[in-house]
């Protein structure tokens, strides 16, 4: 699997449900045309989505703007075009879990990163994506906008 080193934010935050502290990840505020995914059973980073060069951002951009408007939040969607990785589904925007408890009721993280980490991150790959027919793809695009 073809992987990328990235620059990432470090933000730290506290769970109130089990007062642990820990880390979560973003990307910088200069970082164009990329997309950190995290693993949606528990908020954890997972990969990284190069959008500008990829022909599957593209494709889901135009079923979004058709199926959910040109307004619409592309990131809720991204998750559906990405394979799992081992077996885990993935999305970007998500909550961040506390690796203790799991609980997502978690206190501000830092708005300012302290600091910056490197992290070896996979590519995001499309197989499941592009064995589906244009309509397949539409209507799992549609399923989450709940149009």
Known sequence: METDNVTVAVLRGECVDCSRDFVSYALPDLSYGYKLLQFVNDGSVAAVLRCLDNPVVY???????????????????????????????MGVGLSPKCPA???????????????????????????????????????????????
């Open 59 to 89: 494709e889901l951009l135009d079923i979004v703007a058709k199926v959910a408007g040109n307004k619409a939040d592309v990131n809720v969607a991204v998750g559906i075009c990405c394979d799992p990785i081992n077996g885990k589904s």
């Open 101 to 147: 408890c799991g609980s997502s009721n978690v206190d501000e993280f830092d708005s300012q990163p302290s600091q910056m980490a490197v992290l070896e991150l996979p590519h995001v790959t499309h197989e499941l994506w592009e064995r589906q027919s244009r309509e397949g793809r539409e209507q799992a695009v549609r399923r989450c906008y709940g149009a």
